[in-house]
Structures are given as C-alpha cells and as structure tokens.
Nanobody
Framework: QVQLVESGGGLVQPGGSLGLSCAAS????????MGWYRQAPGKERELVAN???????NYAESVKGRFTISRDNAKNTVYLQMNSLKPEDTAVYYCNAVIQTTRWRAPSNYWGQGTQVTVSS
C-alpha cells in the first residue's frame, strides 16, 4: 500500500513563509498528478495547487502569486512553497496524488494524513 508522507507546516506570522513536502512511501510506476488541498474549520476541503506529470500547474485564485508547487519525479515528491502567508491560509493541508502503482493497474487516488498550517501573530 502506498502512503503519502507529509512534512513541514507549523505556526508562522502573517507575511511569513513555510514549505511543505510530500513523498510517496515506496517505489511506484507513475504519479500522474500531485497536489495539495486544504480544509479550514467549518469549511469544505479545497484545492490549493496541483502539478501534472508534465509539470502543468493549477492554482487556486486565492494563492496565485504567493504559493509555488513543484515536484521531483526521481524522489516521488511534491513541494509547496508558501510565501506572504495570510491568516486565511490557516488550515489542515492534505497531500493528494493520483498514482499508478504498476503498469498493469489503473491509477488510484491517495491522500496524506494532513499537516496543520497556522498563520497568526
């Protein structure tokens, strides 16, 4: 079973920066899409950013120009660099990946356990 292992997150002041990373726990055939979602208290989970195997990126309007997503295919890892953080960025951030574990299996959707990001003075 593939696990997505997240790191990063924590407490930062408004205007500060944080980085998140997420790695697949074992060798796999292909990761088609990797990305980050977030869920604030009382709100639905929303897409923050994702990146395809061809490095096409997609960002939520609220984070464009502040967040940058990237991936290292050799390490099966996705990164999210968050700059100019605002209190409204406070949420649990979840790593997501569409993974094809072997060439004979259909892709499946996987989630990380979530990591807390708190932006507060």
């Amino acid at each position: 079973q593939v696990q997505l292992v997240e790191s990063g997150g924590g407490l930062v002041q408004p205007g500060g920066s944080l980085g998140l990373s997420c790695a697949a726990s074992r060798s796999i055939f292909s990761i088609l899409v990797m990305g980050w979602y977030r869920q604030a208290p009382g709100k639905e989970r929303e897409l923050v950013a994702n990146i395809t195997i061809n490095d096409n990126t997609n960002y939520a309007e609220s984070v464009k120009g502040r967040f940058t997503i990237s991936r290292d295919n050799a390490k099966n890892t996705v990164y999210l660099q968050m700059n100019s953080l605002k209190p409204e960025d406070t949420a649990v951030y979840y790593c997501n990946a569409v993974i094809q574990t072997t060439r004979w299996r259909a892709p499946s959707n996987y989630w990380g356990q979530g990591t807390q990001v708190t932006v507060s003075s």
